[in-house]
């Protein structure tokens, strides 16, 4: 596609449910980040994938928050046992490389736990 | 820890009348410092890349600068269509990646007609 694609554009959950994000990178990018944005903030730093494999995951709050990228392509953000406090847009950006701070972002998807 | 304070929080300017943005930053060794530019509602998108102290970028009315401490985006006569949230990022050497980046909150401007 054009563009980095995120679906759902939002999404509204109750405490305690199963959440599950989806982003389709730029075609031919390799390496693909997952940011989290709370309001008034900036993007914090989720997990980096290179490929199919999780190169940096070290953003991640906890372990209930977990993502994959089976094929190297589309990535999957998976939420467990939702909190309150995981109420944020969530960003996900794809590069042509690691090597390159040009980050190409989606529009997000906006997570609202009840 | 990386550390990232924009300032001011906001800016409203009148069209035409041209400011600064300020970025000051403490890292671990600086790789690249970024300017983002976010509208309402959208992702945020890449402006510029800054890698060595004294180090400028252009585009457009806009103009990036670097010191050790300290970034700056200057805005020449600016147009309604500046108005966005500002964000500047930083990546620290040893990271796993350029795309690792911590962001400052932004500074949301505003520039009326």
């Known amino acids: 596609g054009a563009g980095v694609s995120q679906t759902p554009s939002n999404k509204v959950t109750e405490k305690g449910k199963y959440v599950e994000l989806r982003c389709d990178p730029i075609?031919?990018?390799?390496?693909l980040y997952w940011y989290r944005q709370s309001l008034g903030q900036g993007p914090e730093f989720l997990i980096y994938f290179q490929g199919t494999g999780a190169a940096d995951d070290s953003g991640l709050p906890n372990d209930r928050f977990f993502a994959v990228r089976p094929e190297g392509s589309v990535s999957t953000l998976k939420i467990q046992r939702t909190e309150r406090g995981d109420s944020a847009v969530y960003l996900c950006?794809?590069?042509?490389?690691?090597?390159?701070?040009?980050?190409?972002f989606g529009e997000g998807s906006r997570l609202t736990v009840l | 820890e990386d550390q990232v304070t924009q300032s001011p929080e906001a800016l409203r300017l009148q069209e035409g009348e041209s400011s600064s943005l300020n970025c000051s930053y403490t890292?671990?060794?600086?790789?690249?410092l970024f300017w983002y530019r976010q509208d309402p509602g959208k992702g945020p998108e890449f402006l510029f890349t800054l890698y060595s102290a004294g180090e400028e970028k252009e585009k457009e009315r806009l103009k990036a600068t670097l010191t050790k401490k300290e970034s700056f985006l200057h805005i020449t006569a600016p147009k309604p269509e500046d108005s966005a949230t500002y964000l500047c990022?930083?990546?620290?050497?040893?990271?796993?990646?350029?795309?690792?980046?911590?962001f400052g909150q932004g500074t949301i401007l505003t520039v009326h007609p």
């Open positions: 075609s031919g990018h390799t390496a």
């Open positions: 890292v671990s060794g600086l790789r690249g």
């Open positions: 990022a930083v990546q620290s050497a040893g990271g796993t990646s350029y795309g690792k980046l911590t």
């Open positions: 950006a794809s590069s042509i490389s690691p090597d390159t701070g040009e980050l190409f």
